[in-house]
Every structure is written in C-alpha cells, then in structure tokens.
C-alpha cells in the first residue's frame, strides 16, 4: 500500500469515527462493515465457487474476437479516407472558383458599405442645411461627429473630419452669436452690488438651453486633447462655453491693460494682478452654479468649467506679467539699472502674492503665475535680484551701530526671556526665512535647490562679516572691558549672532521644506549618477564586436533601465523620505523629565539642539552650522582670555602668601584673602556682565570655561607649588568653598550642586585629610608611584578624588608641613 491509500485510509476512519473517542458506536459499524467486505472477497476467492470459471471463460472469449473488429474498422476507415481524397481532388476546381467569388462579393459589399457613410454624411449635411431649428441641429452635428469618431483611418476619414470641422464652424459662429446676446441680457460680465435683482428666468433657460449646445457641437479633437491633458492651469484648450464667457473679460482686461492707457503702467502689476482676482471672485460663482451643472447632465466628466474659467482669466495675467518682467530684463542702462531691479522686484513681490491670494480663492495650486517666474532668463535675474538686495541690506544692518542691541528674537520667544539676540542677526534669520517663504511655493525642486545655494551663500557672507567684525572689536577691546554694566558690546553681540544664526539653521535643516530638499539632492546626484552609467554602458555595448558581448551589453542596459527612476519618481521618493524622517524625529520626542524646570525660560526657537553632531543634524546646509560653531567659540574664548589675563597678572600676592605659617583662626573670623579679593571681584565682574549678555547656553559654557582656567591655574600655581600648615590649609579651604565656587556658581542652583572647581575641591580633601588617613593614603600613593588605575587610584576614588592625578596628590600630601619627614627643619628652611 502507498503513502497516498494510507493517507486516505486515515482520512477515512477520522471521518467516519469523529473526534470523540468515548464514542465507539461508529467504530464498530466500520469494523462490521470490513468484515462483511472481507467474507465477501473470501467467498468470491473459493475454488467450489462455480462463477468464478464462468466469469473468466467469457473475458477470454471477448478478448479473442477483439483483435478482428479492430482489423475490421482499419479497413473501413481506409476505404472512407481513400474517398475523401478522391472527393477533394475532384471538387477542387469548384472550390477556388467559389472562393474567387465569395471575395468578390465581400469587397462588393466593403465597397457599398463605404459608399452608405458618404451617403450618410451627405445626407446629415444636407439635413443640417435644411434645419433651422437649433436642437435639431445639434443633433444632427451629434450623429455626425459619431460618424467621424467611427472612421477616422485613410481618406474617409480625413473627408468625414473636414465635413465635420465646417459645420462645427457653422453652427459655433450661430449659437455663440446667440449665446453673446443671452450674455448681454444677463449683463455679462458680472458686476457684483448688493442690490442685485434676480436674473429673469426665461433668460436663464435659454442661457442654459445654449450652454447644452455648445457643449454638445465640441469637436471630437478639442474633447480628446482635454481628456488626455486634465490640467487647465495653463488654460490651453478650454470648453467652448468658457471660451464664449472669457471674451469679454479678455476685450476689457486688453483695453485696460495693454497699450499706452494709464492703467496699463509697467510699474503698477498690481493694477490687472488684482482685477484679475476681483473677476474670479465675481464670476466663478456664476460659473459654478449655471454651467457646471449642464456638464455634469451632459455627463462629462473631464469638463470642469470652475477650473478653466479661471484657468483663462490667470492666463491673461501671466501673460501680461510676463511682457511686464521681460521688460524689465530688456533694460540694461547703467543708470536705470537700480530702478529696473526695484521695479523688477516690485513686480516679484506681487506675483507671489498674487499666487497666495489666488490659492485662497480657487483652493488648488495654480502654477500659472509661477511658470513665468521659473522662465530660464526671469528666474536668473530674480536670483540676482534677491542677492544684491541682500547683500545691500545686510551692509546697511551692520554698518549701523544699532544692530547689535538685543531684541526678543522673533515670533518664537518665550514671554520673559532674557534678550540677547542681536538686532542684526535677528534680522538676518529672518532674511532667510522670508526667502524661503517666497521660493517655497515654487513647483520644482531644482529651482527651490537654487534659491537654497543662494541662502547658503549669505549664510557665509554673513559669518565672514561676523568674522570681520569680531577681529575689528578683539582689537579695540579696552583693559577695563566688561567691568562696569554697559550697554551692548559688539564681542558679546558677534557670538550670539553666530549661535543665533547655527541654531535656526539645525532646527530648519529638521523641518519638511529643508529635509525634502536634502533628500531631493540626494536622490537627484544618484539619478545623475545613474544616468551617467546608463550612457556608459550603452555606448560600450554598442562598441562590443561577439554577438556574446553584445547579448550581455543589452541584458545589463535593460537591467539598469529597471532600476533607474524617472525625475517625477526622484522627486516623489524625497517627498516620501521627508515625511518619513519628520515622523521618526517626532516619535523620539524626549521627556519632560529630563529637562530641568527650575532654569530660567530661555527664547524657544533659539535653544540648544540636543545632538552635537553638526555635520549629520545639518542636513542640507552642510558645513554652514560647524562653521558658525567655530567663529561662535573662537570668541568665547577671547572673551574668557581677555577676563582671565587681569585675573593672572593679579593673583601675583595671593601666590606668594605664606601658607606654611599662618596663624589658626576659628571659622567664624574667616574672611576671603586680601589678595584674593580684588582679582576674584574684577573676575566676577566681567564674568557677570559678560554672561549678562551672551545667550543662557553660551553662558553656561562662558562661566564653566572660566571655572576650568581658574581651576587649572590656582591649583598649578598655588596648590602645586606652596606649603601648607592647619592654618594656612583653613584658610585655602575658605577660599575656596566659601568664595570661589560660589563665584561660579549658576544663578538657578546654589555652590552645594555645583562641581566647577573639582581640582580645587579634591585638594581641600587632601589638605584636611585627618593625619593618620593621610600618611596611610601617602604611603600607597608612594607604593604606586603610577597614574594609572593601581591602588593609588582607587585608594583616591574611595576618598573622593577622581580629577587629581595620583603623583599630584602624592605631591600635595608631602607639601603639608605636618607630614613633613623633618617638619621643623623643613618649616624653618622657609622662612
């Protein structure tokens, strides 16, 4: 038995049995039943059993006569094929002749049904020129123009399309010649006042009755070609009831708008930019309410009459406007040049908002408008436009001394921040950001990719100018800077403009507008790229000699032909990677936990970014953002060496204090060191008012850099190399815990939560260490001599001291005079 009878079987007592096995009732039906077909077999088996012979001696019988039936039939299929032949050959003649006349008659019959449609079409024709009723007409027209979608192949058809041309002339000049009379009744073109009275109602149901009939004489052509176009933003090709319904508009907006008439100045755009918005909001209700719904009895789906009546009135603008900005361009005199470009720009601004307008009223993009203003020559001059009036306005800002006042930093600051935005740089930001505003509307990514290298190139004017300005002013920089509360500095105002300008360039690079134009790049090099190998490779292939070569050569183009995409894909793919990078950075929003709520509110759309990778967070401004980072520190830290190089030459006395002598004094009569005094407050002078200026984030970094020097430096020049008794370390102790770091502490968060002088700290620790733990910690100090992670290190790991290394504090420790191995000698030696 096979894998496939057992299956069955199985299958079988599953079925039969069922899936309870309490329930044996039908296993024993199946048992009886097996057992009677069993007896069966074995009764059918016996010899005694007299069927059994008698079975098998007729199926002998049977098979022995088979063999002559089947000679039989042989035979007779021999002698029918043998008269079928002989049937063929003898009906052949008959058989051509009748084909012959068979396709005779066929073209006879091609013949009369083509000579029936010229007789049809001339038939129509003369109907048509009989019929003065224009329904009927129409009708006619409409059978007509069956005729001419039917047959459109070879003569006939050029024939049936020239009947069908001059008659759709015939009854267009007839209907539009009434339908120009119903329009003059209906006082066409709208003009809308508040005492308006309803349109007569027998007008209107001619109105309607015309705008069926001009709908349904649209020659087949015109109809195709705005089937397959379905974009009327151009208005190429509009239905004929709109075309009758712009003539008019058209006659005015020609008359007002064009010649030598006083409204048709070059300088005033606005004139017919805004009319022609005034007459799409007076008419495209008219058009809605009255027209559409005929188109839509009609059911012609393609026919949207809303779209391509305002389609044609844009049409007249973008037209005129682009007369208007070639004009413009034409003009090369030197000395009109500024007031072309003034115009020129003008005529822009007007453009763009004549588009934001138009999008408001219509609810779709229309990008007639814009096409001008993307003409290869108009969008290289509004390119240099834009450039040179920045450029001006961005020498005019800095050159005057108002810029660099701190404002509020622009529609994202936080009610109650503190001001340190300069004015300029304010200003600046929003430079940019009114550009992106005017090129963002622009349908295609290349030129949106031009207008982004042209903020990328002020960006960089921009930091060279910062740059200028902030060696000018390290140069003139007073002694006595920073040390009384003065009004804004221009060092101070350079670094905030340079962190201003880096952090609203990382936060756009985040957005949509910018990540889609990143990713676009992207994409579009790769489709550069890819294209490139695609013309490598076929012209290799072409070269190729063995038909093997070329086999290969034409697999592998076809395979990259696969895999290349189109730019219309280019430019969807980026869409989609934008969104996508958008959601990802959306969904990994930190929590509120993590931020610190008791710091002051600082101005939200200038914070710091979390991440520091610049050259990743960037995005599409690239190196724009490490590049103000670099001017950003770089004055940081001439302002941090200006305060600390008064502060070094200061500190000359409080170096040379006697520490290994002082007298012990209780806690309660300490006081900071005279010579401590004087350098410390000029530095928190400076430090303060400096701080006072700079961002909340500059700051912060402002005053831990200062905290860092002045770590280094006392504990270098003070700890290192000075020595200490119980008195002089109580007073160091005081110094530093009672004045010096509460000096650098943050406003927000008191000297306890701060560890800006960790060295400092660590070597009180070691000073006020109890003697017998600090000749312990010595000795393991001398056994490991080392400053890597040995017992010494972690002996001072476990007291707390992680940022003195192990040979200083071993030196620290012997400088105290009490674990001197000869204190008295040692001491006296010092006096």
Not at 32 to 45: A, C, F, G, I, T
Not at 385 to 392: D, Q
């Amino acid at each position: 038995m096979n894998e496939e009878d057992k299956q069955a079987l199985i299958q079988r007592f599953n079925i039969k049995i069922g899936d309870d096995i309490n329930n044996l009732a039908n296993a024993y039906e199946l048992e009886n039943e097996y057992v009677e077909k069993r007896d069966k077999l074995q009764n059918s088996l016996q010899a005694k059993n007299t069927e059994v012979p008698t079975k098998v001696k007729s199926s002998i019988d049977k098979a022995k006569k088979k063999p002559a039936q089947i000679a039989e039939l042989k035979e007779k299929n021999e002698k029918l094929q043998n008269k079928l032949d002989q049937f063929l050959v003898k009906t052949e003649p008959l058989r051509d002749e009748l084909n012959k006349r068979f396709a005779a008659i066929n073209k006879l019959v091609k013949v009369q049904s083509y000579l029936k449609t010229y007789i049809e079409v001339e038939d129509l024709c003369r109907q048509l020129s009989n019929c003065n009723e224009d329904e009927q007409s129409v009708l006619l027209f409409g059978a007509l123009k069956e005729l001419c979608l039917q047959y459109q192949d070879g003569h006939r058809g050029s024939y049936f399309k020239e009947y069908t041309h001059y008659w759709h002339n015939i009854l267009k000049d007839k209907l539009t010649k009434q339908y120009e009379d119903v329009l003059k009744l209906l006082k066409w073109p709208v003009v809308m006042r508040p005492d308006m009275s309803p349109l007569p109602k027998d007008v209107m149901v001619k109105f309607h009755n015309l705008t069926k009939f001009l709908f349904l004489i649209e020659e087949p052509d015109d109809e195709q070609a705005r089937i397959q176009s379905g974009d009327f933003s151009l208005a190429e090709n509009p239905c004929l009831p709109v075309k009758v319904l712009l003539r008019p508009l058209k006659k005015r907006f020609t008359f007002h708008f064009t010649g030598s008439r006083q409204t048709a100045r070059i300088d005033r755009p606005e004139w017919f930019l805004t009319q022609t918005l005034t007459w799409i909001k007076d008419h495209q209700g008219f058009v809605r309410t009255h027209v559409q719904p005929v188109a839509d009895k009609l059911q012609l789906r393609h026919v949207r009459t809303v779209d391509e009546f305002n389609a044609g009135l844009i049409s007249f603008a973008a037209e005129r406007l682009h007369t208007v900005l070639g004009m413009y361009n034409a003009h090369g005199v030197k000395e009109k040049r500024a007031d072309m470009d003034a115009a020129f720009a003008h005529a822009v601004d007007e453009a763009l908002g004549f588009h934001r307008e138009l999008v408001l009223i219509t609810g779709h993009e229309v990008n007639s408008v814009l096409s001008v203003l993307t003409k290869a020559e108009i969008f290289v001059r509004w390119l240099s436009v834009e450039k040179k009036y920045a450029l001006s306005k961005m020498d005019e800002t800095i050159d005057t001394e108002s810029w660099i006042e701190p404002v509020a930093g622009g529609m994202g600051s936080a009610v109650g921040s503190v001001l340190w935005v300069p004015r300029g740089a304010d200003w600046f930001m929003s430079l940019l950001k009114t550009i992106e505003d005017r090129y963002a509307v622009l349908p295609q990514p290349g030129h949106r990719l031009q207008f982004l290298e042209l903020q990328l190139e002020l960006v960089e004017e921009w930091r060279v100018r910062l740059t200028q300005l902030l060696s000018a002013a390290l140069g003139v920089l007073p002694p006595a800077a920073f040390l009384a509360g003065a009004g804004p500095d221009p060092v101070t105002a350079v670094v905030n403009a340079a962190h201003h300008a880096r952090t609203g360039l990382l936060q756009w690079a985040h957005c949509l507008h910018y990540l889609q134009l990143h990713y676009y790049r992207r994409q579009f090099q790769h489709f550069t790229q890819q294209q490139h190998h695609d013309e490598s490779g076929s012209a290799s292939s072409s070269d190729a000699e063995s038909d093997e070569s070329d086999s290969d050569g034409d697999d592998e183009k076809e395979k990259t032909d696969d895999d290349a995409l189109s730019l219309k894909d280019v430019e969807q793919k980026a869409k989609n990677q934008a969104i996508d990078e958008v959601m990802r950075r959306n969904s990994m929003l930190p929590e509120l936990s993590q931020f610190d709520i008791t710091s002051p509110i600082a101005n939200l759309a200038v914070t710091e970014p979390l991440s520091n990778d610049d050259s990743e967070e960037a995005g599409v401004f690239a190196e724009a953002p490490a590049l103000l980072a670099r001017l950003r520190d770089a004055g940081l830290t001439a302002l941090a060496e200006h305060a600390l190089l008064e502060f070094r030459a200061a500190m000359r006395d409080y170096r040379r204090q006697k520490w290994h002598a002082m007298l012990v004094v209780e806690e309660i009569a300490l006081c900071v060191s005279t010579p401590l005094c004087a350098p410390l407050s000029a530095l928190c002078t400076r430090m303060n008012n400096a701080t006072a200026k700079l961002a909340p984030v500059l700051a912060v970094r402002f005053r831990s850099f200062l905290a860092e020097s002045v770590d280094q430096y006392i504990f270098e020049e003070v700890v290192l190399e000075s020595w200490f008794n119980t008195g002089g370390t109580i007073q160091f102790t005081h110094d530093v815990k009672r004045n010096l770091v509460p000096a650098f502490a943050p406003p927000n968060k008191s000297a306890s939560q701060t560890n800006l002088l960790p060295k400092l700290l660590e070597s009180c620790v070691l000073l006020n260490m109890e003697y017998d733990e600090a000749r312990r910690l010595r000795s393991v100090l001398r056994a490991q001599p080392g400053a890597g992670a040995g017992a010494g290190a972690a002996a001072l790991r476990a007291r707390g001291v992680r940022h003195v290394a192990a040979p200083r504090a071993l030196r620290v420790l012997d400088q105290r005079t009490d674990l001197g191995d000869a204190p008295q000698r040692s001491v006296m030696d010092l006096f």
